[in-house]
């Protein structure tokens, strides 16, 4: 079955540094979602990648879309204290099939 | 709009007991999936029901199962929990084909002691 891994499992950064966090599928995916969790909370929907090779940006967060459509990868520029949280990559492959998420805390 | 409720917020039982975990979905989703999540696993999918019928089921043994009622609102049983069940319990909607992507329920923190 599909699998989705994510790299790094954990990143600890001083704020104001960038994070990046890749997701890799074993399979073509027909498009890739994004999620936060804050911690004590529940995953928030992020952004939905369809298209190969899309990007698109939400203020500091840029998402990318492999143009194999099997990898994908969220990078957070000058990081803040409120991006603390797991992101988590998810298959589109109802249901969808998340990765294990990469941690980030962020040192103020 | 009410987003996903889930009941109860935290739920402690015996090992042996039986759970009742309970979902309702945004207002006109009719796909309801849930996922449990121990901690350093991730988010592991357990079932998936649309228009009342278990659509997938997730590696999970036969003592996980659930339902969907007419209102497509929707509860997660486990039986004869086994202390490795101590999750948090996310039930989740979505209305496919918009894009909008899942919205989760605040889950239900189950213990079991």
């Known amino acids: 079955g599909q699998q989705v891994m994510q790299i790094p499992q954990y990143q600890h950064v001083q704020e104001g540094e960038d994070f990046t966090t890749y997701c890799n599928s074993s399979?073509?995916?027909?498009?890739i979602q994004w999620y936060k969790q804050r911690p004590g909370g529940h995953p928030v929907f992020l952004i939905q990648?369809?298209?190969?090779?899309e990007v698109k940006k939400q203020k500091r967060l840029t998402f990318q879309f492999g143009e194999a459509k099997k990898n994908s990868s969220l990078h957070i520029t000058a990081t803040q204290t409120t991006d603390v949280g797991t992101y988590f990559c998810?298959?589109?492959?109802?249901?969808?099939?998340f990765g294990k998420g990469t941690r980030l805390s962020v040192i103020a | 709009e009410a987003g996903v409720t889930q009941s109860p917020t935290h739920l402690i039982k015996t090992r042996g007991q039986q759970a009742t975990l309970r979902c309702s979905p945004i207002?006109?989703?009719?796909?309801v999936y849930w996922y449990q999540q121990a901690l350093g696993l991730g988010l592991q999918f357990l079932l998936w029901?649309?228009?009342?019928?278990?659509?997938n089921r997730g590696n999970f043994p036969p003592r996980f199962s659930g339902r969907q009622f007419p209102n497509y609102s929707s509860e997660l049983n486990v039986n004869a929990l086994e202390l490795e069940d101590s999750a948090l319990y996310l039930c989740?909607?979505?209305?496919?084909?918009?894009?909008?992507?899942?919205?989760f329920g605040s889950g239900t923190r189950l213990t079991v002691v």
């Open positions: 990648l369809v298209k190969s090779g």
């Open positions: 029901y649309d228009e009342g019928e278990e659509r």
């Open positions: 207002s006109g989703h009719t796909s």
């Open positions: 998810a298959g589109e492959n109802t249901p969808l099939v």
């Open positions: 989740a909607s979505s209305l496919e084909g918009t894009g909008v992507g899942y919205t």
């Open positions: 399979t073509t995916l027909s498009n």
